[in-house]
């Protein structure tokens, strides 16, 4: 059983190898080959290698960005020359920021609109309402009340991740079995008592799944709001990268965005699973 | 005349109907009444209202009319003074089988050191005959007996009061259905505990109750008749079935079970009566005459 499940783990494993290669090769031949620096004219240097520099980089080109930036992440030569690890710590930082001040306020009051069946029919319009809201939307107006970027760009990923995680740990506690409930009752457990030693670890797989869809939207919202706001962050180096017409940096920052939004999916992941029980 | 301990007046319970429909009266105006440390069976066909009632017992569930009262108080909401089998389990699948007997023994002893509280557990899965590293898995890996077991544990160490078990054998095999049995009966023969159980089996009723509440079929269930098992202790699962009673009282109740409790049944305006004492396993007819005032109706189907 074992060793037919690890033999299917190693075939998807090869076929993934398999697409990958093919799928660079293609990019790869479907990608002219760029002149070298010695190759240029004077003139094609100074507008940008004459058109060839604003082609679909292969990914060759790619990689070697990738180890050059890899290789030194962390070097800052002023406001728009800064190592990818920089830019991306940036991101985290604001993500996990808003991220947790979501959880912070989204889960307890959740947990109260879960117990409260008066409370839940009370505060879903309101939720209704604000949740299909493009975070994004929020922008013009935290700037203008909050009145720094910064600070703005932490409230749309809180304002983002706050509703999955309010909506699934509502309805996580709501949905606690009945029977669980009864054992805490006739174990005379106290209110808190019951919402520690058997809602919340009931509910808790519930409430884990918002987590990961909030971490999963917040990751997504970073980057269009750093491109509004600017200064520092991933979004911003995106967006910096295609103002330099620097599409090599670009498909890299693209790549770093994808494999960064996937480790926090494995962490939550992971967190998931640790919490979950079955039947 | 001494008030009984658990006194049942006038219980009823209705649900309301599907969609607005008739309402569902499961039971009307029950009278009955359990003697401290007496040891209850209750038997009937499914859907009759005996996980009803014993929810009500629990203070799970709050009847529609009457009341209980426990040792001269109200049942107003559960308590730890009534431990519950429940018929599903109820075992919180997050927890070992250890912690959830643990759960059950830190509620109960807030003040226990962690040791104390893990030794106690430890002795009531052992009573179970749940070792050797079962008590380690977590209830999805049990089978439906070991999780019964488990279920079993949390409520006897406990050790409440009142012991409300509902079919709490039904997904035992016959081997371990009977040590637990055995387990039961010892546990409560050496304490002052009260047992209301639910139970399918009518030689396990025999052999653990001293007396057996019938029911009749619902809708408007009652409790029809109260049958004294007139069968000395200790018993022993062997030797019981010489017991010239033994076949009367087993006859008496297949014989309700497979006709009775559907003649009977149905019957609105009862009056409130209290359940018929039976005793069919009476030898000496004169020995009826002496049985409490709490039980008014004497009838002997002993022939
Ligand atoms: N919560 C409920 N709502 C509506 N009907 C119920 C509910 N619980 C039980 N009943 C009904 O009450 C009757 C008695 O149920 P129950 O006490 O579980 O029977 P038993 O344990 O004797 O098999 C059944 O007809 C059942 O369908
Ligand atoms: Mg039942």
């Known amino acids: 059983m074992n060793g037919i499940a690890l033999s299917d783990n190693t075939k998807a494993f090869l076929l993934s190898i398999a697409l990958l290669v093919a799928m660079l090769g293609i990019w790869e031949l479907a990608t002219p080959a760029v002149k070298s620096a010695g190759e240029l004219t004077e003139y094609e240097m100074l507008t940008g290698g004459g058109g060839e520099q604003a082609r679909v980089p292969p990914p060759s080109q790619v990689i ?23 830019q991306l710590a940036y991101s985290l930082y604001r993500v996990l920021s ?23 029919k009370a505060l879903d319009p309101f ?64 209110q808190l008592k019951t919402a520690f030693l058997v809602i919340l670890p009931a509910a808790a797989p519930t409430i884990l799944t918002g987590m990961r869809i ?63 029980f079955q039947e | 005349m001494t008030k009984p301990f658990i006194q049942i007046s006038g219980l009823s319970k209705r649900f309301p109907g599907a969609n607005g429909g008739e309402p569902l009266t499961v039971f009307e105006n029950a009278n009955f009444s359990i003697e401290k440390g007496e040891f209850v069976c209750i038997i009937g066909h499914s859907g009759c209202g005996k ?11 709050t009847p529609t ?29 997050w927890l070992s089988a250890l912690k959830n007997v643990t759960f059950g023994v830190r509620a109960r002893h807030p003040d226990w050191s962690r040791a104390q509280v893990f030794e106690h557990s430890q002795k009531y899965l052992e009573m179970v005959g749940l070792t050797g590293g079962a008590e380690h898995r977590k209830p999805a890996q049990l089978s439906g007996g070991m999780r ?20 709490p054998f039904g997904a035992l095999d016959a081997l371990t259905r009977g040590t637990i049995q055995d387990e039961l009966t010892r546990i409560w023969s050496g304490s002052e505990q009260t047992v209301f159980m639910i139970t399918h089996d009518v030689d396990e009723a025999i052999l653990l109750a001293d007396r057996i509440l019938l029911m009749t079929n619902g809708p408007f ?83």
Request: glycine content about 8%; some cysteine; hydrophobic content about 45%.
């Open chain 1, 64 to 86: 070697e960005k990738a180890v050059k930036e890899l290789s030194n992440p962390f070097y800052d030569n002023g406001p728009n020359d800064k190592g990818i690890g920089i």
């Open chain 1, 98 to 120: 808003g991220y947790f001040l979501a959880a912070l306020i989204a889960i307890p009051i959740g947990f109260l609109i879960g117990m409260s069946p008066i409370a839940y």
């Open chain 1, 127 to 190: 939720i209704q309402v604000l949740r299909p809201i493009s975070p994004l939307a929020w922008m013009p107006l935290a700037l203008f009340v909050i009145k720094d970027s910064q600070a703005s760009a932490i409230f749309v990923i809180f304002i983002c991740s706050i509703w999955p995680m309010l909506i699934n740990t509502a309805f996580g506690v709501a949905n606690v079995r009945k029977d669980w409930v009864n054992v805490a009752k006739t174990h005379e457990l106290g």
């Open chain 1, 214 to 276: 909030s971490i999963g939207i917040a990751w997504l919202v970073i980057v269009a709001a750093e491109m509004l706001v600017g200064g520092t962050g991933i979004g911003y180096y995106v967006w910096n990268e295609w103002n330099n017409l620097d599409l090599t940096s670009v498909i890299f920052s693209i790549l770093m965005i994808g494999i960064v939004g996937m480790m926090l999916d494995t962490v939550f992941a992971y967190i998931q699973r640790a919490v979950q």
């Open chain 2, 51 to 61: 996980s009803t009632i014993m929810n009500i017992l629990a203070g799970l569930d």
């Open chain 2, 65 to 93: 009319d009457g009341g209980v009262i426990m040792g001269g108080k109200e049942i107003s909401g559960p308590s730890l003074e009534r431990g519950v089998v429940f018929q599903n389990y109820s075992l919180l699948p």
């Open chain 2, 148 to 167: 019964q077991r488990v279920s079993i544990a949390r409520a006897f160490a406990i050790r409440p009061e009142l012991l409300l078990l509902d079919e």
């Open chain 2, 221 to 303: 269930a009652r409790v029809a008749e109260s049958v004294v098992i007139d069968i000395p202790r200790p018993r022993e699962r062997a030797e019981i079935i010489h017991q010239p009673a033994y076949y009367k009282i087993r006859n008496h109740l297949v014989e309700f079970l497979a006709r009775r409790s559907k003649q009977l049944s149905g019957v609105r305006d009862h009056g409130g009566e209290p359940p018929v004492t039976v005793r069919p396993g009476a030898e000496d007819p004169d020995e009826q005459e002496r049985r409490p005032a709490s039980r008014p109706q004497l009838v002997s189907v002993a022939s």
